[in-house]
């Protein structure tokens, strides 16, 4: 197998966050969670070769490393390499245990990315609270064991007498009620805002779903799915989220960011970074895909934990600053000839300007052309920025290509940063590439 150094995987501030964690901080470890969840998902793909799942395997590691720091044995620096090797470890023991039917480990060449801005760990807010409003959704028996063995650590045969089985039982209940939230939470992602036809197709998912609606069972609701290009939007989403965050991963940590049990943040208000709240204000619908923004009364520079358009007020008070503006952003996919066209518009009602966009795709595409006046340079394997001169851009095509383009599943994430009267607004926009 590969390794990584632990430069390659812990910042600088990283290891404040590690050092204040290992002396009991809850919410540092729940910020350093949150800092580094998608780059050890990324390892944990790499890592898991088919042997455990990969979700699993990076929220057991999470949940070991959360209990050696609660009991002052964890790492003090370099909790990555710790976690790393934590799964490195549980896959081992994995194929020297006689039920193992793998040969060997396989690690895959994805590149490893950090998405510690944050932007990202905004949009995390809301994947929180679509993870804890599926945890709602299941049976009470597989509630209770997903609440004690990821959110509150406990492992199975602690249960036996409290859940009234042995721990062979338990665990196998554990194994469906993780499965059934993965399920749950898919059709929580369809739901959202869909009309009555996709909510009704959402309430008859397989008991097994994949990360395409081709690759899942077959039950009543797919045919709509299949063909309603709202759901597959919103599957892809579903996608994104099991595979770059993990559905189990989310629930465990956001358990330590939210150790009340809720994460209404996400949903209706986020606590900023000065413990205040940003409120909805206004919903839109794009192309199948969920947009929002929030109006959040905190200082420039510091992000509403927000999805969608957030908008971020500066230091003047609320009562004196203009009114919040009102913004849109839409992407839309089209395939053309062998390529695809994205197209990006950016509606502000005042002067703005554009500080990044960042264009995230499939390992091996790339931004081949751009619109007038953009500069796309990649800074990442998967990532492009854009940057543009002049004020208010209006955005336009971003014509996309590579090989393997139009392979099922494929799919885009556009996010932006902008300002407008003294307040940061960001925005994301994602899909599939086929359309």
Known sequence: MGTVTNTSVESDDGFELVALA???????????????????????????????????????????????????????????????????????DEL?????????????????????????????????????????????????VLVATVLEGRKPADLEEELGRPASAIYSLSRRARLNLRRATLRVVLEDGAPQKCRAASAELPEKVAASPEDSGESHGMHHIRTCARCRGAWSRFAAISLSLGVVTLLA???????????????????????????????????????SWAVTPTRVG????????????????????????????????????????????ILIDRPWTVERMVISLPSGLFVDEAPPGWDCTPIELSETQCVVDGPSPLGGDFVIDGPGLLLRGAAYRVDLVAHADGRTLTAFESGPLEQ
């Open 22 to 92: 290992a002396e009991g901080d809850r919410a540092a470890a729940g910020a350093y969670f949150q800092k580094n969840q998608r780059l050890l998902m990324a390892m944990a793909h790499r890592i898991s070769g088919g042997v455990l799942d990969p979700d699993d395997l990076l929220s057991e590691a999470m949940i070991t490393v959360l209990t050696k720091w609660s009991q002052g044995t964890g790492p003090e620096r370099y909790a990555n390499a710790y976690v790393i090797q934590t799964m490195r470890n549980r896959v081992k």
């Open 96 to 144: 020297r245990s006689p039920r193992s039917r793998v040969g060997e480990i396989t690690e895959t060449n994805a590149p490893l990315h950090d998405d510690s801005t944050e932007q990202h760990s905004a949009d995390m807010h809301r994947e929180y609270a679509i993870v804890r409003r599926a945890l709602g959704l299941l049976p009470e028996d597989q509630r209770a």
């Open 253 to 291: 940590v956001s358990g330590v960011l939210f150790p009340s049990g809720s994460a209404e943040a996400a949903e209706t208000h986020s606590p900023s970074a000065h413990g205040r709240h940003a409120t909805v204000r206004s919903v839109r619908r794009i192309g199948g895909r969920v947009g």
């Open 302 to 345: 510091v992000t509403a934990l927000a999805v969608g358009i957030a908008i971020v007020v500066g230091s003047i008070a609320p009562a004196l600053m203009p009114p919040p503006p009102d913004a849109a952003f839409d992407v839309t996919a089209t395939a053309v000839g062998e390529r695809v066209v994205l197209n990006v518009g």
